[in-house]
T-cell receptor, first 115, second 111 residues
């Protein structure tokens, strides 16, 4: 079956522009997670959704970052006024339910480069 | 200090070697433990969960010591296809499944 998909796969933008990253989770998965992976920082949690609500936004680095999920499915991560330090691979993952031991399935990521 | 620490690596080993990865975690509220594998420029994939009693999956053995807050992964008879970065991952009780990743240890298996 289809896995987690993300778009675009690559995004190059100029500093100060806004970007939107999209994640399409596995059908039926109620939990959705955003992480980012940058050189020297490893993989770090950004936000997760249970259905359409986001109980934990603690990992969002600044108020320039926001995310939403509609219809319990697709999620978008928006970065406003991008900065060079936002350059990273943004990974989305989904799991069947929000439980500690549930396997998370990752998408291929969006590689964001801010010039 | 990072919440999850791993051997910095990289590990370069010949085919057939046994290789061990070590990991420590600092938060005693950590509840579930995993090893993920990440190939170059690909997404992470679950290799195995780690249970208190230790668990084995073919050539892979994972151990957990809650008292020492230590996790290990042993790969026996390593193959060229085992070359990847191995990520030690934990999550904390009642944190909605949010994963905390170690920096990863790169493994290169040579012919």
């Amino acid at each position: 079956g289809a896995g987690v998909s993300q778009s675009p796969s690559n995004k190059v933008t100029e500093k100060g522009k806004d970007v939107e990253l999209r994640c399409d989770p596995i059908s039926g998965h109620t939990a959705l997670y955003w992480y980012r992976q940058s050189l020297g920082q490893g993989l770090e949690f950004l936000i997760y959704f249970q259905g359409n609500s986001a109980p934990d936004k603690s990992g969002l680095p600044s108020d320039r970052f926001s995310a939403e999920r509609t219809g319990g499915s697709v999620s978008t991560l928006t970065i406003q006024r991008t900065q060079q330090e936002d350059s990273a691979v943004y990974l989305c993952a989904s799991s069947l339910r929000v439980l500690d031991y549930n396997e998370q399935f990752f998408g291929p990521g969006t590689r964001l480069t801010v010039l | 200090r990072k919440e999850v620490e791993q051997d910095p690596g990289p590990f370069n080993v010949p085919e057939g070697a046994t290789v061990a990865f070590n990991c420590t975690y600092s938060n005693s509220a950590s509840q579930s433990f995993f090893w993920y594998r990440q190939d170059c420029r690909k997404e992470p994939k679950l290799l195995m969960s780690v249970y208190s009693s230790g668990n084995e999956d073919g050539r892979f053995t994972a151990q957990l010591n809650r008292a020492s807050q230590y996790i290990s992964l042993l790969i026996r008879d390593s193959k060229l296809s085992d070359s990847a970065t191995y990520l030690c991952v934990v999550n904390r009780r009642n944190q909605g499944g949010k994963l905390i990743f170690g920096q990863g240890t790169e493994l290169s298996v040579k012919p």
